[in-house]
Nanobody, 121 residues
Framework: QVQLVESRGGLVQAGGSLRLSCAAS????????MSWYRQAPGKQRELVAI???????DYADSVEGRFTASRDYAKNTVYLQMNSLKPEDTAVYYC???????????????WGQGTQVTVSS
């Protein structure tokens, strides 16, 4: 079992920056893919960034060049640095950990509680 606890989000003006963190307990994260998702009102949850267990990182086109995802293995924590924020980045942000329990099998997913990020224009 993995427990994920996200840092508090906040209210920031457009063009500003914010860093989210997600601390894990219960398991070491080194074998998990770690992701950040977000969900805006009336919209589906979308992938923002994924840090694979291999170390590869991919971003949604909408945040490429503005957001940076990272992980600290020693602290069992992942981060999302968000720069040049836009009003359309307003959403509840969720941390996700996933891994397959057997090769080729389904993913087991764990979610944080979500944290609100609001960007004012």
């Amino acid at each position: 079992q993995v427990q994920l606890v996200e840092s508090r989000g906040g209210l920031v003006q457009a063009g500003g920056s914010l860093r989210l963190s997600c601390a894990a307990s219960g398991r070491t994260l080194s074998t998990y893919d770690m992701s950040w998702y977000r969900q805006a009102p009336g919209k589906q949850r979308e992938l923002v960034a994924i840090i694979r267990a291999t170390g590869n990182i991919d971003y949604a086109d909408s945040v490429e060049g503005r957001f940076t995802a990272s992980r600290d293995y020693a602290k069992n924590t992942v981060y999302l640095q968000m720069n040049s924020l836009k009003p359309e980045d307003t959403a509840v942000y969720y941390c996700n950990a996933r891994r397959r329990t057997v090769p080729g099998g389904p993913f087991v997913n764990y979610w944080g509680q979500g944290t609100q990020v609001t960007v004012s224009s």
